[in-house]
């Protein structure tokens, strides 16, 4: 009897966006990690060779491979006795700031889940691709993983107990993204944060933090682009990233809301309230990065609302 | 003839909210300050004796008292030279926590600005009332006057420009202070401030401001109680009220949503989503003060909708 496949594809997600910093993050609808998975009857893991423009830069050891790993916490937590086979399609750049880890954790979570007859809700489920990026960049942060299992704009007001909180948001929000091809570990990327802050700072970028909840739930574009500042994160990683300053104010001058990084970086996003301001902002972009002689490429999205999504099922 | 008098009265404020340092306040129905405003043919601003509970601590200076300092800013941008008379009840106590201050000059611009025939919205009238705060405490901080002034929540996004937004809460909730008879002044509980935060707190504090946020605005209890926790500047505030721990406990076991200092204190202010229960935590707030032998007074009451009242227009 042929085994049962499920193949879901999970989203790429922008952490941080601007003020939020290791608080939020979204998703978009592209590019998306495919990730096949099957139960068999031979134990362990088992990843084949990985498929994708970026595939063959990950290992297929599971207890190394962020699907793997979000796999076996998710079976940790189950009687299970069995194998798991592990189709991957790795469409999402490494070390780009688009949460590349987490939406490989977040399909694989999200496919056996489906698998094992949705034991747990997508909710239940972050917990497991947490322990992914653990593997992956030293922390088990949650501000990629919730968005690409839940879609849209996800909080996380705390992690002891963990709190997720799904912000409503306007209907009409597009993503630019724009990655250049330059390689930001997330690691290295947190290592030029500051320990301390002021709490001047600080207090400015809870203000805006909290406006752009207020905006987003209100459906406030105005306030939205004006609460999408960084005054803590930004300064000291634009620093990282070739171009940036003329990258955000090509953005700016195209009519975005707000740009800054996305995530660890180096890749930056723009918010915006019309596709075709989001379309010109991605030329303009672009061509500020090219004037750095960096290649970039660059994605288009509303914000997601679909959450992963079942591929095939049979 | 007889001047023409406007009598108006503007609320206490809660500033801070826990989680919301320097950025967010809101206005309670009372205590209320009451000032009457005429216009007179006598050039400057004549102050008569102050009436109210507090009032003899007042001076009757202009330039020293946040009313007359928060007229005399609004007559700097009208072309007026004639005179006002300024009656004032003072019923909020002084360096209480409480806004006092900011009550005093809500009413006063508010109670012009009916003279001059509405020439301010309530939101223009903010500036205004701002320069007391500069007077009373040493900044120009608007997270008293703008609530006092709006009513509800409001939010201090930023203050280059100034942008305040109300933010929408639900219907059911309450507000127990309890002030404890000792003065703290704004400028003293602001030197145990620390200058630098650690970047780790300022993630948990707008962490839990965002909750707080979302919690009201989309009238989620549970989320506005989890929300309601400081880390930053509660701690080291605390140490200047005797008994904090205790009575923000009495709070907690009365059942409310959650329990902090009421701007710079020594006030403590608790929000619950019934009036029994507030009523109860009011009670046990103050018995747990009294173990400390403090006097304290008690005020009740839901979320101010009704911004500065006319009491009287004639």
Redesign the interface.
């Known amino acids: 009897m042929k085994n049962k496949f499920i193949t879901v594809s999970a989203p790429a997600t922008v952490a941080n966006v601007a003020?939020?910093?290791?608080?939020?993050g979204f998703a978009v609808n592209n590019p998306c990690d495919i990730v096949s998975v099957g139960l068999t009857n031979f134990p362990g893991i088992h990843i084949h060779p990985i498929g994708g423009a970026y595939g063959s830069l990950l290992s297929t050891k599971a207890e190394i491979n962020t699907a793997g790993v979000a796999i076996q916490s998710f079976l940790n937590k189950t009687k299970y006795k069995g194998g798991v086979e592990v189709n991957l399609t790795k469409n999402l750049p490494l070390g780009s700031g688009m949460g590349s880890s987490a939406a490989s954790a977040a399909a694989a979570v999200y496919a056996i889940n489906l698998l094992f007859d949705n034991l747990f809700t997508a909710e239940d489920l972050i917990p497991f691709a947490m322990e992914a990026e653990r593997i992956a960049c030293g922390t088990a942060h949650a501000d990629n993983v919730a968005p690409a299992l839940l879609g849209g704009f996800v909080?996380?007001?705390?992690y002891n107990p963990l709190?997720v909180?799904q912000?409503?948001f306007p209907e009409n929000l597009y993503c630019t993204i724009v990655h250049p091809h330059i390689e930001l570990r997330t690691e290295d990327s947190r290592k030029v944060?500051?320990?301390?802050?002021?709490?001047k700072n600080?207090?400015?970028?809870?203000?805006?933090?909290?406006?752009?909840?207020?905006g987003l739930?209100?459906k406030n574009y105005e306030?939205i682009g004006?609460?999408l500042q960084d005054v803590?994160v930004e300064p000291v990683r634009a620093t990282l990233i070739p171009g940036f300053n003329e990258v955000k104010q090509s953005a700016i001058n195209s009519g975005v809301l707000g740009c800054s990084i996305s995530g660890s970086g180096p890749s930056v996003f723009a918010l915006s309230t019309d596709e075709s301001i989001a379309n010109r902002a991605a030329i303009a972009m672009q061509q500020a990065f090219a004037n750095y002689r960096l290649k970039t490429d660059a994605y288009l999205s509303p914000i997601n609302i679909n959450k992963p999504q079942i591929i095939s099922n049979n």
């Open positions: 003020c939020g910093f290791d608080a939020i909080l996380i007001r705390g709190d909180v912000i409503p944060l500051p320990k301390e802050i002021s709490l600080g207090v400015t970028q809870w203000s805006n933090f909290a406006g752009l909840i207020s739930t209100t306030l004006r609460s803590i």
